[in-house]
């Protein structure tokens, strides 16, 4: 299987940006789609974003559209994920997860440690 490691989060102000790294490791990278989660406490993990092996394909959750964008470098094994126009509510951990299919009914069995977002009102 495949070691993922977040980074890049951190505190920001509501309308700010951020932008969330994965690093991979341990297997072919570009075998892999890719997604971005969160879950915020209390709360249910929620699917933020996928992107496909080549990342010539991506989807979106519906709360994130036109903010936030997910890119791939197979040559880093590093996989982003570019949020803008942050609000308070999308405090969470966000997780990136690794999975052999690609699409909305794909099962992730990799993830990472998760970073820490928080968006500060």
């Known amino acids: 299987q495949v070691q993922l490691v977040e980074s890049g989060g951190g505190l920001v102000q509501a309308g700010g940006s951020l932008r969330l790294s994965c690093a991979a490791s341990g297997r072919t990278f570009s075998d892999y789609a890719m997604g971005w989660f969160r879950q915020a406490p209390g709360k249910e993990r929620e699917f933020v974003a996928t992107?496909?092996?080549?990342?010539?394909?991506?989807q979106y959750g519906d709360s994130v559209k036109g903010r936030f964008t997910i890119s791939r470098d197979n040559a880093k094994n590093t996989v982003y994920l570019q949020m803008n126009s942050l609000i308070p509510e999308e405090t969470a951990v966000y997780y990136c997860?690794?999975?052999?299919?690609?699409?909305?009914?794909?099962?992730?069995?990799?993830w990472g440690q998760g970073t820490q977002v928080t968006v500060s009102s």
């Open positions: 992107i496909s092996y080549s990342g010539g394909r991506t």
């Open positions: 997860a690794a999975s052999l299919d690609y699409g909305l009914a794909a099962s992730y069995p990799c």
